[in-house]
């Protein structure tokens, strides 16, 4: 069945680290893809999406490009912050979302 | 707008009890989703709702009911609360796609 997996974590970074999340997907047909983050004591929220093939999300720093060919969606962000400590989902979307485990980054000082 | 908002946002029962939680929006939508959320699992769909008066079943139903007399509202039943039960719920409501969060519910069974 369709599902979706991502780099198990946790992970923790430096101010100003590159960070890279990775995420593949299995699925029939081309969902539409999210990046979820959820920070400490919150719900989630909606952090990119893209929802055909070659599309690229971005938001506050991130990016997140489909890729039909290696079925991904990594997320990536060039210069992390304190404040981007969370736990980031990556989700695709057929008539539901299904969700990954969930990664959990901290970036320190 | 209040956006999704859930009550209560604690709650410990001891096993065998029942209790709702009830989720509100404020924002129109027609969809809406109950997940549970435990460590290294994700979040998982209970139940959801695609409109006023429906709900369907999503991946772990058992020991949940829903209703959805209103359109703002998504309620969510435990009738005999278990320990397996004990876990982060959170409601969510769609548009276009994208899903809006409530700030969730901590429950725990002892």
């Known amino acids: 069945g369709n599902s979706v997996t991502q780099m198990e974590g946790p992970v923790t970074l430096s101010e100003e680290a590159f960070l890279t999340i990775n995420c593949t997907y299995t699925?029939?047909?081309?969902?539409?893809l999210f990046w979820y983050v959820q920070y400490p004591g919150e719900g989630l929220q909606l952090l990119l999406k893209a929802t055909k093939a070659d599309d690229k999300g971005s938001n506050k720093g991130f990016e997140a490009t489909y890729r039909k060919e290696t079925t991904s969606f990594h997320l990536e962000k060039g210069s992390v912050q304190v404040s981007d400590s969370a736990v980031y989902f990556c989700a695709y979307d057929d008539y539901k979302l299904s969700f990954g485990a969930g990664t959990t980054v901290t970036v320190r000082a | 707008n209040a956006g999704v908002t859930q009550t209560p946002k604690f709650r410990v029962l001891k096993t065998g009890q029942s209790m709702t939680l009830l989720c509100a929006q404020d924002m129109n939508h027609e969809y809406m989703y109950w997940y549970r959320q435990d460590p290294g699992m994700g979040l998982r769909l209970i139940h959801y709702?695609?409109?006023?008066?429906?709900?369907a079943k999503g991946e772990v139903p058992d020991g949940y009911n829903v209703s959805r007399l209103k359109k703002q509202n998504f309620l969510l039943g435990l009738e005999s609360a278990a320990p397996s039960q004990t876990s982060v719920y959170f409601c969510?409501?769609?548009?276009?796609?994208?899903?809006?969060f409530g700030p969730g519910t901590r429950l725990t069974v002892l």
């Open positions: 709702s695609v409109g006023e008066g429906t709900t």
């Open positions: 699925a029939t047909g081309y969902p539409s």
């Open positions: 969510a409501s769609s548009y276009r796609h994208e899903q809006f």
